[in-house]
């Protein structure tokens, strides 16, 4: 039984697209400049049709076609941004970034402070004043030595690579290497999660039931990749 | 052409290996898991991730779980997973559950979501047991406005009906009156809920991130800012063996593993051909 057109042609689309984009990893080609330039006109196309009636229609036509005046001054610096594109009127825009500045500042600001610096400092000191005891300190311990011996690598005053300082900061290093390389190694498993994901629906459209989708679209593209390495390039052709 | 000679040349040709041959190879080694999962027995779950499962078990019945489901196709199989299994938890012990997105790739995503989810709970109703939250494009204003007025930036739902009026959404008016928050995210999304909603307005949040993101949260788990954190596939296989109902989350870690063991394969090859020809 076959799925419905629909769904059909999803998956063929689907799928083509998939293979599309793989077959940069061949060598750029025509179906993976196609491909490039769909996803970035549907994706700019979804992204403005979903502002259109899900934040303008209903934040700012539907309350001023109510008599609500509210959104006015609020769209009025929104549109004060796209001054900035006319020479004549950019100056209007400074009045929207002025205020994007500001807003942006007054909250990052505080918050940033409070969270990401002085909780911080909180939770590296607390285990050892509330008496933490066994792994919980041993942890605590690690985490508090690796955070001195990091700010000693970014200490660059005077002195700061000789004696205790010195040392310190080689060990740093290795710490800061011990994150970058836990950092890549999930990269790298992330990586794999994406292309898992992508053979997974491959898999899906395989069958009879999307009409072998994805070995046709595979060996159309293998056809047209073979037909292009072997036909001459554009250079050749020029130089003929 | 000398034993020795033919050695060196086979070392400096693995040296220069083709990128599209390792292409091929991973493409091939996840076919095969992919086409015929191996079933690999599951590792302990860790411990971040069992803290999140705790959280929703431990809620008393009819406790309102916030999710921000900023998933999008592309980062799909990390955290669709992640994001299922929680749900379908939520939904076992009747928890009530309001889904939000800030990103704009997400709103299919995030509908898919929840229906897939609720799909299996038929007795569930949406606007009484669940709902979807409509987009906003700004994070920071929508996180600094609910939390003093949630109705302030959603006065509808993404159906357009009044959200105020749906009983999902009684006893909520602000941040601080939700039982918990779990975030699903491939951005920094998660930092600003710490700084921006859970740290000013008090309530507790857990996240799900992609594998990349996970390291970088290791700070806020410890002082205890999140309560707790799925990483990756891993965290949503994790999350599904603890629910006893493993899915796409564990299936993907097989393959995962597969390939891992491989790339760790080409590492230790490469640098073993390094070796040997150094001493050629």
């Not at chain 1, 979903?50 to 934040?55: I, P």
């Not at chain 2, 938890?89 to 997105?101: D, G, I, S, T």
Request: hydrophobic share 50%; proline share 4%; net charge positive.
């Amino acid at each position: 039984m076959t799925a419905d057109a629909s769904l059909m042609a999803g998956a063929w689309v689907c799928a083509g697209l998939t293979l599309f984009l793989y077959s940069f990893l061949y060598r750029d080609n025509p179906l993976f400049k196609i491909a490039e330039h769909l996803y970035l006109g549907a994706g700019m196309g979804w992204l403005f049709q979903l502002t259109l009636f899900n934040v303008w229609k209903l934040k700012i036509w539907q309350p001023l076609c109510a008599g609500d005046l509210t959104p006015v001054l609020p769209a009025l610096l929104g549109l004060s941004l796209v001054a900035q594109r006319f020479h004549r009127f950019a100056w209007l825009s400074r009045y929207g970034f002025a205020f994007l500045m500001g807003y942006g500042a007054g909250l990052a600001v505080p918050t940033a402070i409070a969270s990401n610096f002085l909780s911080q400092l909180h939770g590296t000191i607390e285990p050892f004043a509330s008496g933490a005891s066994g792994a919980a300190l041993l942890n605590a311990a690690l985490v508090a030595f690796g955070l001195l011996c990091v700010l000693c690598r970014f200490f660059f005053s005077l002195g700061a690579r000789s004696g205790v300082m010195g040392r310190a900061s080689v060990v740093g290093s290795y710490v800061l290497m011990v994150y970058f390389g836990a950092s890549f190694g999930n990269a790298v498993m992330g990586r794999f999660s994406m292309l898992y994901g992508r053979f997974e629906e491959l898999r899906r459209y395989s069958g009879a039931e999307y009409l072998y989708a994805v070995p046709v679209l595979a060996a159309a593209v293998a056809l047209f990749l073979a037909r292009r390495a072997g036909a001459p390039s554009k250079k050749e052709t020029g130089r003929a | 052409m000398t034993f020795k000679a033919k050695a060196r040349a086979f070392l400096d040709s693995l040296a220069v290996l083709d990128r599209r041959l390792i292409f091929a190879l991973v493409a091939v080694t996840l076919g095969v898991a992919v086409s015929l999962p191996p079933r690999l027995p599951a590792s302990p779950a860790d411990a971040d991730v069992k803290k999140v499962f705790d959280l929703v078990e431990n809620l008393p019945e009819n406790s309102f779980i916030l999710v921000s489901a900023d998933l999008d196709p592309a980062n799909a199989p990390e955290l669709l997973p992640q994001a299922k299994a929680m749900l379908k938890h939520a939904f076992r012990k009747n928890h009530r559950v309001a889904v939000l997105y800030f990103s704009a790739s997400a709103a299919g995503v995030a509908e898919e979501l929840l229906r897939e989810s609720a799909r299996e709970y038929p007795a569930k109703e949406y606007g009484r047991d669940y709902v979807l939250l409509p987009y906003m494009p700004d994070y920071a204003a929508a996180l600094t406005q609910m939390g003093s007025d949630f109705y302030g930036i959603y006065d509808t739902d993404s159906r357009g009906a009044q959200l105020k009026t749906l009983p999902v959404m009684s006893g909520i008016s602000r941040l601080a009156d939700v039982n918990l928050a779990v975030v699903f995210c491939a951005t920094t999304l998660l930092d600003n809920w710490v700084t921006l909603a859970s740290d000013r307005f008090g309530f507790k949040l857990a996240g799900g991130v992609t594998a990349v993101l996970q390291p970088r949260y290791g700070p806020y788990l410890q002082t205890g800012q999140l309560a707790g954190l799925l990483g990756g596939m891993k965290g949503g296989a994790d999350y599904e063996t603890l629910l006893g109902a493993p899915a796409s989350g564990a299936a993907g870690l097989d393959a995962l593993n597969i390939a891992n063991f491989l790339a760790l394969a080409l590492i230790l090859c490469a640098n073993a051909a390094l070796w040997l020809r150094r001493l050629l």
